[in-house]
């Protein structure tokens, strides 16, 4: 008899993130419960505490986000996570941490809108609160997995990236892929390259937490390590301290933009299926680049030449690749679950040189690859 893999799992969505969490090294959860996120606060509630961990479930969504920023403060790998109006409860929250540069993972489970919408149905409405959800000019990574082994390593890339370039970075997820149950290999811990913020190499009377240096990223000292420093949402200097020299806080407002601009090609992934060849192009992402893949097999076993491109990094966006690969293409269809955010993007980046076909749906049902294989056969 074949011995069990201890490694394969049969995880949900939801449950795959909050592991994956745990391997990255979040050693913190502040929440408050909210449909479909709901069971990463469940797993994370109970192991936590088994390895010397902290889970709060706070008041309301606010106090979460401020929570896990506090937690990241102190040293901790943090994340909270939640699901449509709690998104919009934590954005003040999300720019203070953009402003203040504290490295922290915001899980966005996905759901119908606007307001309380469709608590258990599952949407991609968000796209463009994950960017502009917070005032003001300020950078955001934000990831959107398509399955739960991809839900596993994206939540480890969503800590690592804020860690390195000490950012709140999001991942956008969805009811459908939350609450999927797949099977999993999980890989061994040593093989996902863990990554941890840069500390202070100066003493403490020499240290500068926003400190101009070639790299763009700060070092982070931990409070309560003995580098004692201002934290404020206000604009600020390289002490930490508010300022309204403006020279110094367009120095700084500059690299807090520049750094996650320099490093672009680090942070973007996307996915392509038989792209090269394509004369019809297919862009989706999260649970609908699943049906998106069906429609493109579909359409290549009728003789039809469409390709898939997937979004796997959302922000910053893609421009450059759509632009490459959809050169050759004469038709773009763009298939997501709400009224346009991500198609008015593709058009925006291929400078409307081709026609680009949305394939919409935001009455809570999934988009099928019928629709989606319909738009590719349908006359230009």
């Given amino acids: 008899m074949e011995t069990p893999n201890p490694n394969v799992k049969m995880w949900q969505g939801n449950v795959a993130c909050a592991e994956a969490a745990l391997a990255a090294g979040c050693r913190f959860f502040a929440g408050y419960p909210i449909t479909p996120s709901t069971e990463i606060a469940e797993v994370l ?30 040293g901790v ?23 203040a540069e504290v490295p922290c993972v915001i899980v966005n489970v996905q759901r119908g809108g606007p307001s309380t919408g469709l608590p258990t149905h599952a949407a991609q409405g968000e796209v463009m609160q994950a960017r502009w959800g917070t005032h003001g000019d300020h950078p955001i990574i934000v990831l959107a997995p398509c399955s739960v082994r991809e839900t596993y390593d994206m939540t480890v890339r969503a800590f690592n990236l804020a860690e390195k370039y000490r950012t709140p970075v999001i991942l956008l997820s969805d009811e459908i892929v ?20 840069k500390k202070p190499s100066v003493t403490p009377d020499k240290y500068l937490p926003y400190e101009l240096d070639e790299s763009d990223i700060p070092a982070m000292a931990n409070f309560g390590d003995g580098y004692r420093y201002h934290v404020t949402g206000l604009a600020h200097d390289e002490t930490g301290f508010p300022t309204n020299n ?53 359409a290549r076993e009728k ?17 450059r690749e759509i632009e490459e690969i959809s050169g ?20 925006w980046a291929t400078r409307r040189s081709k026609p680009v076909v949305r394939v919409n749906k935001i009455n809570g049902e999934p988009i099928t690859p019928n629709e989606i294989f319909n738009a590719i056969i349908a006359q230009d």
């Avoid at 690299?255 to 792209?275: F, G, M, S």
């Fill in 45 to 74: 509630s109970y192991r936590l505490p088994m390895i010397g961990g902290n889970f709060i479930q706070m008041e309301d969504e606010i106090a979460a986000m401020g929570a896990t920023i506090g937690a990241s403060l102190g």
């Fill in 77 to 99: 790998k943090a994340m909270t996570a939640t699901s449509g109006p709690g998104f919009s409860l934590k954005q003040e929250n999300i720019g203070f941490a953009a402003m």
């Fill in 178 to 197: 939350g609450h999927l149950t797949e099977k999993v290999e999980v890989p061994p811990i040593e093989q996902l390259g863990i990554e941890n913020r």
């Fill in 246 to 298: 403006p020279e110094k806080i367009q120095a700084q407002l500059e690299r807090l933009n520049r750094k996650i601009d320099r490093y672009r090609d680090d942070i973007v992934e996307i996915e392509t299926h038989y792209t090269e060849d394509a004369e019809i192009l297919v862009i989706s992402f999260g649970s609908t680049a699943r049906s998106a893949r069906r429609a493109v097999i579909n």
């Fill in 303 to 319: 003789g039809i030449k469409a390709g898939l491109l997937r979004l796997k990094t959302i922000w910053p966006f893609p421009d």
């Fill in 328 to 347: 050759s293409v004469r038709k773009i269809i763009v298939a997501e679950m709400n009224l346009g955010q991500i198609a008015h993007e593709v058009e």
